[in-house]
């Protein structure tokens, strides 16, 4: 069984910077890709960011591209999505997802194994 545990979320004033991080527990950690989704009230949840098992591939939504990276410390067994000039609308739960693939997906269905999410706020 994998978990999949976030960290890292909080307030933020607008044009700051935070660091998510998703702790996956198993063995066999290297063989996952991880992604990052959000979903703020009301509204469905989004693909964020994801990265492949072996990180060379990455994969972002057009609303966060030049702003978030995506990065995994296979050491660690941790997934790191480094967040950058914060907007308002950035405000969400932030969750992050893995499955056991060479591929990397940006569709919720893909994924089998989620975290619980940590909120993410950004004042104006």
């Known amino acids: 069984q994998v978990q999949l545990v976030e960290s890292g979320g909080g307030l933020v004033q607008a044009g700051g910077s935070l660091r998510l991080s998703c702790a996956v527990s198993?063995?066999?950690?290297?063989?996952?890709?991880v992604a990052w989704f959000r979903q703020a009230p009301g509204k469905e949840r989004e693909f964020v960011a994801a990265?492949?098992?072996?990180?060379?591939?990455?994969a972002y939504d057009d609303s966060v591209k030049g702003r978030f990276t995506i990065f995994r410390e296979n050491a660690k067994n941790t997934v790191n999505l480094q967040m950058n000039s914060l907007k308002p609308e950035d405000t969400a739960v932030y969750y992050c997802?893995?499955?056991?693939?060479?591929?990397?997906?940006?569709?919720?269905?893909?994924?089998?194994?989620w975290g619980q999410g940590t909120q993410v706020t950004v004042s104006s």
């Open positions: 997802a893995a499955r056991s693939s060479a591929t990397v997906y940006s569709s919720t269905r893909e994924y089998n194994y």
């Open positions: 198993g063995q066999t950690f290297s063989t996952y890709a």
């Open positions: 990265i492949s098992r072996g990180g060379s591939r990455t």
